[in-house]
């Protein structure tokens, strides 16, 4: 699992609650960072804030899906409106999670992500 948010404190939560269910992850603090690193080709899933500093979470899972990449998506953001959740679901996310999500939630969408 990868998850990218430019939120340190949010990244340190969500890695916490993955390893207390047994989930491996690796997190990000930037869509750059992800994009340097090899990570992103031992990925089952990936959990993507949708406003970074640079690239979107939008446009990181654009760029991602243009090389090839099946991987499933779920985006976060704390800024929700309809027009974002519409972008989002074109973009191709099996779940939208809305800021701040119950773990119950994040686990439920994983769940369905890598079913």
Known sequence: MIVVDDDAGLLKSVARLLSHHGIECCTFPSAEALLESDSVQTATCLLLDIHLGGISGIELQRRLS???????????????DEAMRNEAMDAGCIAYLRKPFAGQILLDAIGKAVA
Request: cysteine-free; proline content about 7%.
């Open 66 to 80: 243009a090389s090839g990449s099946k991987w499933p998506v779920i985006f976060m953001t704390a800024n929700d």
